[in-house]
Structures are given as structure tokens and as C-alpha cells.
């Protein structure tokens, strides 16, 4: 039998992509989405670039008008913070509020930015995440010289290529001797350390901040581990997110490799979903289970979850992808893999037109493409065959990829 009423826990890109899909989908039901956050959904992405250099307004921001979730007759209430329940009931306990009931139930609540434990809480050191946290973070900007960004992930490194592209003088700090090695690889790391570096970034890798310099309520000053004095006007923390499991714990949910353990179509118990940042995705392509914090993905599994519920159950087989534009230098990235397995470099790095294939056994489990979206697209059908290809091949520009997947040469 149908649910009647679907909640949704999460009001980011998985929680608002569920909740859209089902109403497209042709789901009858209720439906009811309950976020924490003060603003309606948002395109996050926005947040580390075009929003934060200023190039968009505010309502560009937004994934769909204010009237759009009246007239999809889904109802969305904001700052509402879901503690505990029942999944025996059907009933979720809000902090403030009477309890919610549900027939069917789908998770999205994303994560929370990590704060280093000695980091001062002053008006001038941010973390980013929310739309609030940018609105703050680029005034701040706005009226700062120079900005300090410890972690050179893709929301520092996207952040602080924000602030040097409106003119600043930005200093990056990362503690591991390259940015992004066990994701990407040391050689992908390098190239992108180095681009930071052409644009006049002071990167500072294998660093940490080991004294912070406070004047009255403000961040004046960093000593680094290298010994140096740095002054800065501002500090943006870019190293990583938490996934915010708490509620799915106190729900008796399986928890496993710091989230929430999914099957191949995102279902972690009866009547019960898990999608975007929380969810442990038992992948059915890859043959493993991979969680991914990234704004595509969430939204993807977002749908994939409406698919299950307003039609019939049906395993999440889309690929991960991602992308980051810092710059002029497009990356994207399919599929999933580490910065440990055998990559094979095909095109130009020295003309950052180049895509490197992550290979596991044989089998390419990811692409990741410097402003070369066109490899990457193909390379989609290389990571699906789950055959085994001969790196030389991959190198070779003359190779057409999809025949490599047994695909006619288009």
C-alpha cells in the first residue's frame, strides 16, 4: 500500500530533490519537509563562488520560488529540529513542537562544518555551510585585505579562490604536505596547489596554525607551525563536515563508516531513506558501499529515493559526480576511488587540459577532468562496463574510450 505521508528529515539538496521528485513522480500523498535551517532550500554550491564574489543575487540562490512548495502542496517548515522518535510509531520528537508522525520516512540531514578545537568563536573566523554563514562570511570579505583559509579541501580551496578573484590576499594553510592527496592523488594535489600558487595565493602546505592571535573579540594574527607571524583580517575553516547521524543513532538506524548504512536503493530500514551526506550507499555498479559529500550526489539520491517510494523499489545505480571551478580551471569527477590507486594521466597537465583515471584490478572506478568534460562524459561507460583496460590505452589520445568499454565508436 502507498504511504500516505512521507517527512522528510533535511532541507538541503537531497531533502528538497526527494520532496519535488515525489510530487513529478506522481506521488498522492502528504508531504512534509522539516529543516533546521532558516532559509529556504538553497543551491549550496552557489555559496563558495559565485554568491560569495557577489556575481549573483540572493534569489538566485534559492532552488525553487517560495510559492513553488504551496503549489506542489508540500509543506515545508524551517527551523525545526527533529531530537528523537519512534520508527515503531511512525512519530518524530521536534526540540520545540508537538511530535510528527509518518508513514514513510526519508533522512537528509546533511552535515555540520568541523571546528578546529582551539580555533577562537569571534565574529571574524567562519566556517561555511549555511546561506547565513556566506551572507557573513562575504561581508567580511568585503571589508578584509587579507583572509586566512585553513584547509585546502574544495570548499577552502573554491572559498579562497573566491576571495583572490575579488582581489584579496589569501593565505592558504593546509596541514598535509600536498591539498587533497588521499582523495585525488599527490601528482592531481600538486597541479592544484600550483594553480592556487599562479594566481598569487600563499599556499603553505604541511602547516598547521599552532597560536591564534586575538585583539579585544577579533582574529588580528596566526603563528604557523613554521615559526611565521601571519597577520589576516578575517579566518575561514575549510577542513571538512561531520555527517549529522545523531538522530538517525537515536533511532536504533544501522551506523557504520561514520554514517548510515543504505542497501542499493538507499533503504535503511522498513519504510525508512537515507540520501546525501549520511547515507553509507551499497553501490550497485561500483560493488561496495561508498558515502560522498558532495551537492550532486545528494540531490541524485534525493530522487533516487522518490523513485523507490512513489513507483517501486529500485536500486540507486547513478554514478557519483561532482564538480569545482576555481578560477578559470573547470575539474569534474566521476564515479569513486582514492587518492591510492593507480592513476594514468591522459591529455596535457601542463596546459591543464588532462583527465586521470583512477584503476582498481584493472577496473576504472573514477575519472577526475581538468577543463576536459568531454573524456569525462565518455569515461561514464568505462566506469559502468566493470572491465578491465589496458592503461596504455587510456593514455592514448588516438584510443576512442568508447570502444575501451565495448561500445561502438561513436
Not at 7 to 21: L, R
Not at 103 to 112: E, K, N, V
Not at 349 to 364: D, H, I, W
Not at 388 to 398: I, Y
Request: aromatic fraction near 6%; charge should be negative; include cysteine.
Amino acid at each position: 500500500m502507498a504511504p500516505r505521508r512521507v517527512v522528510i528529515v533535511g532541507g538541503g539538496g537531497a531533502g528538497d530533490a526527494a520532496a519535488f521528485s515525489l510530487r513529478k513522480q506522481g506521488f498522492d500523498g502528504e508531504v512534509l519537509i522539516l529543516s533546521a535551517d532558516t532559509d529556504r532550500p538553497y543551491d549550496r554550491p552557489y555559496l563558495s563562488k559565485e554568491f560569495l564574489r557577489g556575481e549573483i543575487e540572493e534569489a538566485k540562490v534559492y532552488l525553487h520560488d517560495d510559492g513553488e512548495y504551496s503549489e506542489n502542496r508540500i509543506e515545508l517548515r524551517l527551523q525545526q529540529r527533529v531530537t528523537g522518535g519512534s520508527l515503531a510509531e511512525g512519530r518524530l520528537q521536534l526540540a520545540s513542537g508537538p511530535d510528527v508522525s509518518f508513514d514513510t520516512l526519508i533522512l537528509a540531514t546533511g552535515g555540520t562544518p568541523r571546528r578546529l578545537p582551539d580555533a577562537p568563536r569571534t565574529s571574524n573566523v567562519f566556517t561555511l555551510r549555511s546561506l547565513r554563514d556566506c551572507q557573513a562570511l562575504r561581508a567580511g570579505i568585503q571589508a578584509s585585505s587579507r583572509v586566512l583559509v585553513v584547509g585546502a579541501g574544495f570548499i577552502g580551496a573554491e572559498a579562497g579562490a573566491s576571495a583572490r578573484t575579488l582581489g584579496k590576499d589569501v593565505l592558504l594553510v593546509e596541514a598535509a604536505p600536498v591539498p587533497l592527496a588521499g582523495a585525488l592523488g599527490e601528482d592531481v594535489g600538486k597541479v592544484y596547489a600550483g594553480i592556487h600558487s599562479s594566481k598569487g595565493v600563499d599556499v603553505k602546505t604541511g602547516t598547521k596554525v599552532k597560536e591564534w592571535h586575538l585583539s579585544g573579540e577579533r582574529l588580528v594574527g596566526v603563528t604557523l607551525s613554521d615559526g611565521s607571524r601571519q597577520e589576516t583580517d578575517l579566518a575561514l575553516l575549510g577542513v571538512g563536515i561531520d555527517p549529522n547521524i545523531e538522530l538517525a543513532a537515536a533511532l536504533g538506524l544501522p551506523i557504520e563508516a561514520g554514517g548510515v548504512a543504505v542497501d542499493p536503493g538507499l533503504k535503511t530500514a522498513d519504510g525508512v531513506y537515507c540520501a546525501g551526506d549520511i547515507a553509507v550507499h551499497q553501490h550497485p555498479v561500483l560493488g561496495r558501499a561508498i558515502r560522498v559529500e558532495h551537492w550532486e550526489v545528494a540531490k541524485g539520491q534525493g530522487r533516487g529515493v522518490a523513485t523507490s517510494i512513489a513507483r517501486e523499489p529500485t536500486p540507486y545505480s547513478t554514478l557519483p559526480y561532482f564538480w569545482s571551478d576555481q578560477y578559470d580551471v573547470s575539474l569534474e569527477y566521476r564515479g569513486q576511488a582514492s587518492g591510492s590507486a593507480q592513476l594514468v594521466w591522459r591529455g596535457d597537465r601542463e596546459a591543464l587540459k588532462f583527465s586521470v583515471f583512477y584503476l582498481n584490478g584493472g577496473l576504472v572506478d573514477a575519472v577526475l577532468s581538468v577543463n576536459d568534460g568531454k573524456t569525462n562524459e565518455a569515461a561514464a561507460a568505462l566506469i559502468q562496463a566493470r572491465r578491465r583496460v589496458d592503461p596504455a590505452a587510456l593514455e592514448d589520445l588516438s584510443v576512442d574510450l568508447a570502444q575501451l568499454a565495448g561500445a561502438p565508436a561513436s
